[in-house]
């Protein structure tokens, strides 16, 4: 997951959170490494997410997944 251009501090445990809910949501969305945009949009919408206070996997993934939406 992109997090370079993210200020503050993530603890290994929220870093290993993020990393999975960005590896599921890549999944689901099918984005391959080469849609470097698209994955760096994602990894944006889940930090900001995260921030925003849904903090627990299952919440991320539920408010940022595709399929709910539909």
């Given amino acids: 997951m ?8 993530f603890e290994p445990v929220d870093l290993d959170l993020l990393q999975r809910v960005f590896g ?12 470097k945009e698209q994955r760096e949009d994602l ?3 889940i930090v900001s997410a995260f921030r925003n206070g849904i903090v627990d996997e299952a919440d991320l993934l539920q408010a ?3 399929r709910r939406r539909a």
Avoid: F, I, N, W
């Fill in 24 to 35: 599921r949501l890549c999944d689901e969305r099918r984005l391959a490494q080469k849609d």
């Fill in 64 to 66: 940022l997944s595709k």
């Fill in 2 to 9: 992109p997090l370079r251009r993210y200020s503050g501090v």
């Fill in 43 to 45: 990894a944006e919408e």
